[in-house]
């Protein structure tokens, strides 16, 4: 029984994997980030299942790391620092080689670890009213385990732009940068994916894993490498003085002292 997220599967083998800790906006908590990650193990092994729509609950989609898990952060070890950045990373790894086509069904906000979700969507699409964001920087940190899906989604030029300025963006440049296939109106986001989901259910199975498989295989920029670098890079950054200043003005609400004068 999962407390963080729904599965339901229908007739056709259509998966929905659905964010649902509405009152924390579906920030990621370890404990959704576990349950994300078994979700992409057992719907990969499903032979029922052929495709998988990444949705959620509430007004909005994703928004980012959960705080009081960043917060925790502040006073580990860097053993424990390292093992929750891999946590994180792992489940996005599973669902990004996930045998399964995955499209995302962005329908609200998604911020930092939300546009991470997105990135591994094999096709995300999003309403034309909602606003991105790699936020992190604000918090002191960067997108680290995030990074090389996101990367490897809008390049390392169109990553510049978003990368490391903390800003928001809407659904039409997230478009321009490749975050997402295309942007629909709210009122039609149901059916452009279900749109999307028919054309998966037309081909062999079979075949669709296994491309899926060779474009990793061909890709490369979302290795295990990157992946470990990544690991590292968001552990090195919970140990700064700025994400201990910036996560404690968070739960003081007071602005972060680069922003006080």
């Given at each position: 029984m999962t407390?963080?997220?729904r599965i339901e599967i229908d007739a056709q083998g259509v998966a929905q994997l659905v964010l649902?800790?509405?009152?924390k906006h579906n920030?990621?908590?370890?404990?959704?980030?576990?349950?994300?990650?078994?979700?992409?193990?057992?719907?990969?092994?499903?032979e029922a299942v052929r495709v998988v729509v990444l949705a959620a609950d509430g007004p909005t989609f994703c928004?980012?790391?959960?705080?009081?898990?960043?917060?925790e952060q502040m006073g580990a070890d860097r053993q424990t620092r390292m093992a929750e950045a891999r946590r994180l990373a792992m489940m996005l790894m599973a669902l990004d080689r996930m045998p399964k086509p995955l499209i995302g069904r962005i329908h609200g906000n998604a911020f930092g670890g939300g546009v991470g979700l997105a990135s591994v969507c094999d096709c995300a699409i999003g309403a034309e009213n909602i606003l991105m964001g790699l936020t992190e920087v604000r918090l002191g940190l960067i997108p680290a385990t995030i990074g090389?899906?996101?990367?490897?989604?809008?390049?390392?030029?169109?990553?510049?732009?978003?990368f490391f300025q903390g800003r928001r963006f809407d659904a039409a440049e997230a478009v321009g940068l490749g975050l997402l296939?295309?942007?629909v109106s709210s009122e039609n986001?149901?059916?452009e994916v279900a749109r999307e989901v028919e054309s998966y259910l037309s081909a062999a199975p079979g075949a669709v894993a296994r491309a899926k498989a060779l474009v990793h295989a061909l890709d490369?920029?979302?290795?295990?490498?990157?992946?470990e670098t990544s690991i590292k890079a968001l552990a090195d950054a919970w140990e700064t003085a700025e994400a201990a200043e910036a996560i404690d003005a968070f739960f003081t609400r007071r602005k972060p002292r680069w922003l006080a004068e």
């Open positions: 407390e963080t997220i649902a800790r509405v009152d920030a990621m908590s370890a404990k959704m980030m576990d349950e994300l990650h078994q979700a992409a193990i057992d719907l990969g092994k499903n928004a980012g790391g959960d705080l009081e898990w960043m917060r090389p899906y996101v990367i490897a989604r809008m390049g390392a030029a169109k990553a510049r732009q978003v296939a295309r942007r986001l149901d059916a490369g920029r979302a290795d295990s490498a990157a992946v």
